[in-house]
């Protein structure tokens, strides 16, 4: 495994476009740190400082960041689907493959890169909430603060998962430009199915079943965290109460459709004739 990583990681750091997109992927969660330090000026009256509102307090501060941290994931889906891309342009795969890598050893190169930035990345937003959270947080209890991490667990899976339907992309695609553009175009299928089931059966049941689509499925890892802000402000409104948890089926769904563009990206390029 050490192998392969080290052997796809040295491929990226040569390519200059890579590392500025990986070097962003990776400082952008930091903006999170300016989230906590915005103060916001009402028409001269008075000042608003997000940090002093509680919002940052724990255990909301997990789920807030990590909500936040994955709106960013955009930067390396392009690093994946460039890595794939440049392999068919520069017809490096061929060469990898006659050097003695089997399509098997190929596929999981990339698949461990996937893994290996998405830990990084995991492990980096968990420092900054920690961090967030110790000097904005009332409580500093041991048991509160360790509330909710699984919202971290939620974060991993889920840009192993996107990152991983990316590389199918890539590999069915060949072209990073395109691939990228199949994302978009899956987005707009989603809805069009949701909207088509919505109108031939209950909404209830329309919604269960596209929240079992590859993008509806991942976003539902991290639902978004405001109306549980509100909820917090205001615990008297029913009306804004929402199941915002992380459960163990949604991550078995992410897993599933993270097993099944892996397998796919193998079995395309074992049937393809380079």
């Not at 098997?104 to 698949?111: G, T, Y």
């Not at 920690?130 to 209890?141: D, F, P, R, T």
């Not at 919202?151 to 991993?156: I, P, Q």
């Amino acid at each position: 495994m050490l192998r392969l990583l080290n052997l796809e990681l040295q491929k990226l750091l040569l390519n200059r476009t890579s590392k500025i997109l990986i070097f962003i992927s990776f400082i952008l969660p930091f903006f999170v740190i300016l989230l906590s330090s915005l103060k916001i000026n009402v028409f001269g009256f008075f000042t608003l400082e997000l940090g002093e509102l509680g919002i940052f307090n724990f255990p909301v501060i997990w789920h807030l960041t990590t909500f936040f941290a994955s709106q960013f994931k955009f930067f390396f889906a392009i690093v994946v689907v460039s890595m794939i891309g440049n392999e068919y342009s520069n017809k490096t795969i061929k060469q990898n493959l006659i050097d003695g890598l089997s399509k098997k050893e190929f596929i999981l190169s990339k698949f461990y890169t996937i893994v290996f930035f998405s830990l990084v990345s995991t492990v980096l937003i968990g420092l900054i909430s920690l961090c967030i959270g110790l000097y904005y947080s009332s409580y500093n209890e041991f048991g509160i603060i360790m509330q909710e991490t699984n919202f971290l667990l939620a974060y991993f899976i889920k840009l192993v998962g996107f990152f991983s339907l990316c590389l199918f992309f890539g590999m069915l695609i060949k072209r990073s430009a395109f691939a990228l553009a199949f994302l978009f175009i899956l987005y707009i299928l989603e809805w069009i199915a949701f909207g088509l089931m919505s109108w031939k059966m209950d909404s209830d049941i329309a919604e269960k079943i596209q929240n079992v689509f590859p993008l509806k499925s991942m976003y539902k890892l991290i639902d978004q965290p405001f109306q549980r802000i509100a909820m917090s402000k205001f615990p008297d409104k029913a009306d804004l109460a929402y199941d915002y948890a992380v459960h163990w089926y949604e991550i078995a769904i992410v897993l599933g459709w993270t097993t099944l563009f892996v397998f796919l990206s193998y079995r395309l390029l074992k049937k393809r004739d380079l």
